[in-house]
DNA sequence: AATGAATGAGGATTCATTCAT
DNA sequence: AATGAATGAATCCTCATTCAT
């Protein structure tokens, strides 16, 4: 980081390589789960030798983790003036982003390997999880300074409060029920409203 | 014919053994998750060749569907006179038995093999989420009668969102708050009061 | 054999399953062969429990051992009045015989245990082999003193001769020429008849 | 583009162990047939891990099916001014072979496979039965031609009756008499004689 | 006698990792 | 740097056999 390297001898590593196996794992460990992926899996999807693949990760959980760790999965939240809107559509963004990166069962592979790796889960709350939390508790701080919320709210609870029904929606195999965002908003919206 | 059970030929098939197998494949599963679980290890653990978990169960998938089928993981409900009381038990019973028997892990394993074995989240969903749901929505539904909730008030949606923040913490790694039974019902019941 | 035995005491064992055993075993030896065969599939298709057959029989190669001597495989010989069709209807029913009970993986099976279990090719020669070539063998030699055939032939070289193409013939692919009984049989008598 | 081969990238596979393993399966494929061998076996002959074995070949029929396929088994012919001597020499080295290879086990193997792994059959008729029916048919046609062998005579008929008594001595366990050879040339060539 | 339970040994195959080119 | 070869450990599962009922 301080420009202590020397610049490294022989042919460089290809970036495209590096960029393709990382994507490959990834699409790998949400598709079969840590332990059923197989690094010769990730090698024929990127179209790599297994051995280039250790010669950058040493183990598996070294490549997974960098994989979990190059993730961006959180785009950026859309702006809009509303308070009720704006919660809506990050928890819309939330559920349309797992749903297109088959998250349910990467974060089921996390959950299952925390004894194991507990740095998978670490890397997914970190990159995947606390910055939707981030969003979501920005928004409401906010509505707290209008006074839409109780000052007295707990927030960490309400950002719970507007993910959990996704999560126990889908373990109820109710998961994609299309009014789940609103309702979960209006519950809080109503459950914290000041005055109450 | 006067009994309907002839008596069976033969040595009768051990009871313990059954049960020990299925309590050592249930934590191992739990502890390990499906892939990385050995027969062996539920053989070692159970106190038992491996050839007798095969005499039982054909395979691995079948033997870990009726490890998931035989676990009993909804305690009878505790009874009591006040709603919200009611709700904050079934909730805490709730995370108490995900505690006692790793179930985050065990619920990650189910989601991590959905593509695979989708038997087990099922299992899991009949056995443990919807029993749960149920109670929830019995308490619920009672209180409509009573008046204490709106009668418009989606009931699925409000079960879910008393369990969701436990998830929701748990991704989060606030998981344990010893609070959050009683904020979720609290919230529940503030957004669905009748009168608002 | 002398009369020594006492009465056997209790049960007697059934002699049905003695011979489903006995005949299931046969047939699995010739269409799955030693090794590939298992217990539990004769005890299937003799409907039996596998007990059943270790009860009888020690071991596996006991059990093959027995099927192979109590299969009686060669069919009385046809009469007739005239040499050539004596030996051709000789010749025709041993490759019926051996096309009906699936007779060349049998033989094979014998050859490749020939190493592990030698009694099974001597018990295939003894019940199956020995037997037919006597039949040839008494029509030749009814010939030598009618003289249709030279005294000094060699008899035993003859009955290979006669029997042979049949093997040559399902070596190269071509096994079931309708030709083979006549043409052997026509080559031996040309090649052996008195006055050449 | 000047040579069309490039140069393979990595290591190259050795091609002793390719030969080691080849040549051990192939015995043991002759000394304990086809289930009863192991690829462990096979290993341990061949100095090889099993992972060796298979990264050549998918499967224990592949293995095996390359190592019949490999095998050369067929010498080339003696050669001689004399149509029996010929015809002597050729069975005679047929016969050698057999013994030097265990090939009866081996062609009892192929017979028992049969069903299951029809290629072993195939390949053995096709490497080694095959061509020594083309040595002793061309020296057939060959006498034929010089009117030793009438011209109607069903040369593959010939054939099969002189390598069937090889395989019939076999049977009747009268295999290895030294005289086998030259009376079955000598039957063939009386019955095929010309102005007979 | 007959059955089903129980087991230990062994089977083919897959995998993460290390070596040689 | 990149690749393919090589390997030891581990996996699920099958089988012949012995035990208990």
Redesign the interface.
Known sequence: MSGTETKAAGRPRSAEKDAAILQAALELLA??????MSLSQVAAAAQV?KSTIHLRWKTKADLLTAALAAARMTDTPPPSGDLRTNLVNILKDFAATIERVNG??L??????????TPELLALL?ERT??PR?TLLRDALEQAQLTGQIREDA?L??????????????Y????GG?P??AE??V???L???RAG?
Chains 1, 2, 3, 4 share one sequence.
């Open positions: 598709s079969q789960g840590y332990t059923r030798s349910m069962a974060i089921g592979t996390c959950l299952a390997e925390e004894a194991h709350r999880v606390l939390r707990d960490e609870a309400a950002v719970s409060a507007l993910l959990g029904p996704f999560y126990a929606d373990m109820a195999g109710r029920d009014q789940w309702q979960a209006d519950l809080v109503a459950g914290t109450n």
